[in-house]
């Protein structure tokens, strides 16, 4: 499978704990994206890495967030200190230099009870 | 307020011809997507269309734009059971950063 890849699928945790999630993006893209998505709304844009760098990050990514892509190649997110809003589709996606067509993964299912 | 918007639901019966609309917001918009979201899946990127261009077509999908009234739609020609599911409109200025509709439910019976 060449596709986006995301782990875990679901996410079960309890309210105050850290979670983190891993994408693996299609290999070569070097654009890498974090989306979320609630129950009934589209996706919501969070960050943006081109390389290493995350050269974007949305007002949605409230300090409790952090997003790393350390060799350019996979990347993860971390929330700390889960809150029940948290709960929702995190979605990863990836493209290759100017492509505008942006790929996604079947996303992690996150429930904070 | 909202910077894309779709209807949120459709049903057709199989056969039938499908048409989704999108408004946008945007002006600036330089590439408007469709996605397709099946249940408890991610999006699978269904077509896009630059701003300059006012039609795309591609086997039963046809995008049409109109710029001046920032209005898209997707139609879907011969809609068959398996094209139920979740339709995304979405715009971006350029490096992907998607702005998202709601989504619009199409259900189709056969």
């Known amino acids: 499978d060449t596709g986006v890849s995301q782990d875990p699928r679901h996410k079960i945790t309890k309210r105050g704990q850290n979670v983190t999630f891993r994408c693996d993006p299609i290999?070569?893209?070097?654009?890498l994206y974090w989306y979320r998505q609630t129950l009934g709304q589209g996706p919501e844009f969070l960050t943006y890495?081109?390389?290493?760098?995350?050269?974007?990050k949305s007002r949605l990514l409230s300090d409790r967030f952090s997003a790393e892509r350390p060799k350019g190649s996979f990347s993860t997110l971390e929330i700390q200190r889960t809150e029940q809003g948290d709960s929702a589709m995190y979605l990863c996606?990836?493209?290759?230099?100017?492509?505008?067509?942006?790929?996604f993964g079947s996303g992690t299912q996150l429930s904070v009870l | 307020g909202e910077d894309v918007e779709q209807s949120l639901f459709l049903s057709v019966r199989e056969g039938d011809s499908s048409v989704i609309n999108c408004t946008y917001t945007?002006?600036?918009?330089?590439?408007l997507y469709w996605y397709k979201q099946e249940p408890g899946a991610g999006l699978q990127l269904l077509t896009y269309?630059?701003?300059?261009?006012d039609m795309k077509q591609d086997q039963r999908l046809t995008v049409l734009l109109n710029k001046k009234d920032k209005h898209l739609s997707l139609r879907i020609a011969d809609t068959q059971t398996g094209d139920s599911a979740i339709y995304f409109c979405?715009?971006?200025?350029?490096?992907?950063?998607?702005?998202f509709g709601k989504g619009t439910m199409l259900l189709v019976s056969p």
């Open positions: 890495f081109q390389n290493e760098a995350q050269l974007e």
């Open positions: 945007d002006s600036s918009s330089t590439y």
């Open positions: 290999s070569e893209h070097n654009r």
């Open positions: 269309i630059f701003s300059n261009m």
């Open positions: 996606a990836s493209t290759q230099g100017n492509n505008e067509k942006l790929f």
């Open positions: 979405a715009e971006s200025q350029g490096y992907s950063t998607l702005t």
